[in-house]
Each structure stands twice: as structure tokens, then as C-alpha cells.
């Protein structure tokens, strides 16, 4: 049970960095982080192909990453 905890956390802890590494920034600079901010709050800008395979892939394995780092801790 212990081995297949650490194999999962260590996966999930991997799949996690390359996701976020290889998801393309969303700001322009200072102007991008000021008027965009309403705009990813609000949802106008929908992600498209890979940048929403990205997202849903952080998402998933962040969920796998908490929950397998926190099942490890009470084991």
C-alpha cells in the first residue's frame, strides 16, 4: 500500500510540474495582468485544443497529488 502511495504521489508530483511547465503564460506584462484579470475572472477567454488538455491534466493531477500526499501522511 505504501509503494503504490509513493508511486502515485511521485507520478502525479511529475505529470503536476510538466503541465504547468508547458501551459502557455496568459499575461502580456504589466498591461496583460491589469485589464486581463476581468477577463479570466469572467471567463471570456476559453482555452482551445492542448491548452485545455493542459488545464484539465493540472487539474486532475493536483486532485491526485492532495489526495495522495494526504492519504500518505495518515498512513
Avoid at 502511495?5 to 491589469?34: C, D, E, F
Amino acid at each position: 500500500m505504501d509503494k503504490l502511495l509513493i508511486a502515485l504521489l511521485i507520478l502525479s508530483s511529475i505529470v503536476l510540474i510538466a503541465s504547468i511547465l508547458l501551459q502557455p503564460g496568459k499575461s502580456a506584462g504589466l498591461s496583460g495582468s491589469i485589464a486581463g484579470g476581468a477577463e479570466s475572472l469572467f471567463g471570456k477567454k476559453k482555452a482551445k485544443g492542448y491548452e485545455a488538455m493542459l488545464e484539465k491534466a493540472t487539474t486532475i493531477s493536483a486532485v491526485i497529488f492532495m489526495l495522495s500526499a494526504f492519504l500518505f501522511s495518515i498512513i
